[in-house]
T-cell receptor, first 114, second 113 residues
Framework: EPEVTQTPSHQVTQMGQEVILRCVPISNHLYFYWYRQILGQKVEFLVSFYNNEISEKSEIFDDQFSVERPDGSNFTLKIRSTKLEDSAMYFC????????????FGNGTRLTVT | GNSVTQMEGPVTLSEEAFLTINCTYTATGYPSLFWYVQYPGEGLQLLLKATKADDKGSNKGFEATYRKETTSFHLEKGSVQVSDSAVYFCALTGRGATNKLIFGTGTLLAVQP
């Protein structure tokens, strides 16, 4: 069964550094998402992406965050200047067209900001 | 706005016990409802879904029925196994263009042999 893959599985960075989290969605999917989960807390929506542009973003997704689909397969989340509170598990997801098609998630990237 | 409320965990059960994890929602219109499961160290996996009132989603012995009158989508399993130990998330999507998922807080289930 096709999968969403995310790399790296764990990223450690120093405060103020830029990080790029990478995702390869399922190949025929059209909608892409990033979520995060701070340890022990709920899974929070960050951003959705469709037709090469952001379709919706949450309050968390401020100017420090950006997303890009640089080619036909990758979907990236960039954090320009990381803060301690950005430490979390970041999940990428994708889904097919269709009102009721479910989101398929990757295994996540654990980001640790020191 | 749309939201999901789940029962607090952790839930600790013995093997073969009956499981119920409560989930209620607030939404405008007619959302689709989902249960996702997160096994230790892994990502989120779709467990089951229901897209309209009175639909029953089922998978791996788990069931949940979309109850519009009580705005609920409780997860049940008749006989849990140790391998069911995980965090369970109730979620909904609205009918907007992005269909983003809104999650509950998650319920940790620990099944003891």
């Amino acid at each position: 069964e096709p999968e969403v893959t995310q790399t790296p599985s764990h990223q450690v960075t120093q405060m103020g550094q830029e990080v790029i989290l990478r995702c390869v969605p399922i190949s025929n999917h059209l909608y892409f998402y990033w979520y995060r989960q701070i340890l022990g807390q709920k899974v929070e929506f960050l951003v959705s992406f469709y037709n090469n542009e952001i379709s919706e973003k949450s309050e968390i997704f401020d100017d420090q965050f950006s997303v890009e689909r640089p080619d036909g397969s990758n979907f990236t989340l960039k954090i320009r200047s990381t803060k301690l509170e950005d430490s979390a598990m970041y999940f990428c997801a994708s889904r097919d067209r269709g009102q009721n098609s479910p989101l398929h998630f990757g295994n996540g990237t654990r980001l640790t900001v020191t | 706005g749309n939201s999901v409320t789940q029962m607090e965990g952790p839930v600790t059960l013995s093997e073969e016990a009956f499981l119920t994890i409560n989930c209620t929602y607030t939404a405008t219109g007619y959302p689709s409802l989902f249960w996702y499961v997160q096994y230790p160290g892994e990502g989120l996996q779709l467990l089951l879904k229901a897209t309209k009132a009175d639909d029953k989603g089922s998978n791996k012995g788990f069931e949940a029925t979309y109850r519009k009158e009580t705005t609920s989508f409780h997860l049940e399993k008749g006989s849990v196994q140790v391998s069911d130990s995980a965090v369970y998330f109730c979620a909904l999507t609205g009918r907007g263009a992005t269909n983003k998922l809104i999650f509950g807080t998650g319920t940790l289930l620990a099944v003891q042999p």
